[in-house]
């Protein structure tokens, strides 16, 4: 009865501040706008200047030819140009960066009614999507009589899966955290520096209750926050990367299934951990500055998550599990044994830290030291 | 001779000190690592009476009041609260009490009726005895015209009310009090001051603890003078200002016990 009341105050003083409900959805807004507009610019800003020696296939015949070369030339560049063989073996060396293109023309080019032009490249070369610019810029401007094609070699999913592995497991570390940062500070620095938590210790109300009511009410407030933000992303991320929505529908029922319950299970975590930062410290600000550092430390193991290749000993450590996991089920992988350790570990360490908690709050050294 | 009444609060050999950190250490301009805070106390304190506590800053009235609260524990000694250890028992002695400081705040976003009913529920009180002293208690002292009003919008009066009054939601049988009128403009003292006669008049120990003597003149029953942590003298109140005011009778046991220094 005393816990449900204290895990419904937290609730009241959230659900009834017009302010506080802004300030936990407006990051997910302002990252909508902002990666939305950054995309724009982003994939308007494709010229380039930087000069190149391409060498690129070619298959079939045609005058146009001269003119992209003379194109490129004009620029500064050079193109070697192979004849293609083998249209499946150009386009794998297309994909792995040996040339720059595969420009195939369709039979009898010059003379044909109807004919057509196809520029195999990659985008996330910058060489063979510079490549694949200008050449079929030039091709476009000749030829109204045929139609020009240019042709990504890898499947937008599973070039959309490749960032989505690598950016948003960070991103949502640093999305939950300012999320769980967000009420926690004001909640439990805030109430310690504003003399309203003595007021509740003054009662006969057991510690333990206070930290769990804590962590379990300021958790689902910051998974609101939370979801808003992935929300925001989620929505913005295909247009900044220049990838089709179609990214989600690639994930499986499963996948989603897993990640769930992998961020939640980080929520409680983070919360708590800022909980004992805040009450360590003896005012809001001085919380702020640890919490601050947390985050750094936090980014960082995200951050080197993505570049380390980890074992599985990873799913024993709490919140890098939860990135690195979510990493692998973003490839398209179903870590589904790995998935729940992280989880298991992250709801043991949860434990621990609310334990941590309590024993704070009895410490008179703590609440009441000078 | 007065009749002894029966005895409520029992402090048997109070002794608190604390570690001083190199920080505090400096500020004071002393070597020690510890600051004796509380030594050796002794005290009673009777139902239906008003206690105070008299001495200087930094006599250690408020650890002796934190340890009476369970707050803090006692480095030794033990206190009684209607027969329950402050060291063994402090969950019973905190449902027996009411702390109040200026440094307990209530969160201003709530209503009066809000944290009425919240502080009910950390104290266990049933419902209908709740909304029955809610009643009681919000009439007798005036908020019931404001008890929907967000607290930060009350005035420092009404604000000051209500914190008393959610301090005996669940009607304690000892209300204990730090510094009661500490920076208080004279109004909001005086509803303060009001409340504690109030108190007593309804069958209430009260315990406070202060460095003004108008207001312990005012309401005090009996009287501890307490300084360096240790009680230097503990009697009713007429027994201090028979023959003299009680200023006096405390700069007198003052110098009986510092010597000339001030
Ligand atoms: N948490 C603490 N840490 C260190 N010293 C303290 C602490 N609390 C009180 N003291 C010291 O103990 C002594 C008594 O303090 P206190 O009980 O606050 O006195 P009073 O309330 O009578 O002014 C003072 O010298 C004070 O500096
Ligand atoms: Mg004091």
């Not at chain 1, 595969?102 to 063979?128: H, K, M, T």
């Not at chain 2, 009476?49 to 002796?64: D, H, S, V, W």
């Not at chain 2, 000694?77 to 019973?92: I, L, N």
């Amino acid at each position: 009865m005393k816990l449900g009341a204290l895990i419904r105050k937290e609730f009241f003083r959230f659900f009834h501040d017009p302010r506080l409900i802004v300030t936990m959805l407006l990051p997910g807004l302002l990252i909508f706008i902002l990666y939305s507009v950054l995309g724009s610019i982003v994939s308007s800003d494709g010229e380039e200047d930087a000069t190149y020696s391409f060498r690129a296939y070619l298959s079939g015949e045609s005058q146009t030819v001269a003119a992209v070369e003379a194109a490129i030339a004009a620029g500064g560049s050079t193109v070697e140009w192979l004849p293609a063989d083998d249209l499946e073996a150009a386009k794998r060396e297309v994909k792995e960066g040996n040339v720059a293109a595969l420009v195939v023309f369709s039979d009898g080019f010059d003379a044909a009614e109807r004919p057509s032009v196809e520029i195999y490249y990659d985008l996330q070369n910058d060489e063979s999507a510079a490549f694949a610019m200008l050449a079929g810029a030039v091709l476009q401007e000749i030829g109204a009589r045929f139609t020009v094609e240019r042709v990504s070699v890898r499947a937008d999913a599973e070039l959309g899966a490749q960032i989505m592995s690598q950016i948003l497991p960070l991103l949502m570390a640093v999305l939950v955290f300012s999320a769980c940062m967000s009420v926690t500070l004001e909640a439990v620095a805030g109430e310690k520096e504003r003399g309203t938590l003595s007021t509740i210790l003054v009662t006969s109300v057991r510690r333990s209750h206070i930290a769990l009511a804590k962590v379990v009410a300021l958790s689902c407030i910051a998974s609101i926050g939370a979801a808003s933000s992935f929300l925001g992303v989620a929505l913005s991320m295909p247009r900044l990367m220049n990838v089709s929505m179609d990214v989600f529908g690639e994930y499986s029922a499963a996948s989603y299934l897993l990640l769930f319950p992998l961020i939640v299970s980080t929520v409680p975590l983070i919360v708590s951990l800022i909980s004992i930062v805040s009450a360590y410290s003896r005012s809001l600000k001085e919380a702020s500055a640890y919490t601050s550092v947390l985050m750094i430390v936090v980014m960082v193991v995200s951050l080197v998550s993505g570049f380390i290749s980890v074992g599985d000993w990873v799913t024993a450590i709490p919140l890098l599990n939860a990135v690195a996991v979510m990493q692998t089920i973003l490839t398209g992988a179903l870590p589904v044994w790995q998935a729940l350790v992280s989880v298991g570990v992250n709801l043991l360490f949860t434990a621990l830290a609310v334990w941590i908690i309590s024993a704070m709050l009895s410490s008179e050294r703590i609440m009441f030291g000078k | 001779m007065e009749v002894k009444a029966e005895e409520i609060v029992r402090a048997e050999g109070l002794c608190k000190s604390f570690p001083l950190s190199a920080k505090l250490r400096r500020i004071e301009h002393t070597s020690k690592t510890r600051q004796i805070a509380v030594d050796g106390l002794d005290f009673s304190a009777y139902r239906g009476e008003i206690y105070g506590l008299l001495g200087p800053n930094g006599a250690g009235k408020t650890t002796t009041l934190r340890m009476l609260s369970t707050l803090i524990r006692p480095d030794a000694g033990d206190a009684f609260v209607c027969g329950h250890s402050v060291v063994r028992e402090p969950g019973r002695v905190r449902d027996k009490i009411g702390f109040m400081t200026g440094e307990l705040k209530l969160e201003s976003f709530f209503t009066p009726d809000y944290l009425f009913d919240f502080f009910g529920a950390m104290h266990g009180v049933e419902k209908a005895v709740l909304a029955r002293r809610k009643r009681e208690l919000f009439s007798r002292f005036g908020i019931d015209r404001f008890a929907g009003v967000k607290v930060k919008n009350l005035s420092t009066g009404m604000t000051q009310k209500v914190s008393l009054v959610v301090s005996i939601v669940h009607d304690p049988d000892v209300v204990i009090f730090d510094e009661p009128t500490n920076g208080l403009d004279v109004l909001t003292a005086k509803v303060v001051t009001d409340f504690l006669a109030e108190l007593r008049a309804m069958g209430k120990s009260v315990i406070l603890s202060t460095h003004i003597f108008s207001l312990v003149e005012k309401l005090c029953d009996r009287v501890g003078i307490i300084i360096d942590g240790r009680m230097i003298a503990d009697a009713p109140l007429g027994e201090f200002t028979r023959e003299k005011s009680l200023e006096t009778a405390f700069f007198d046991l003052y110098h009986a016990v510092k010597g000339e220094e001030l």
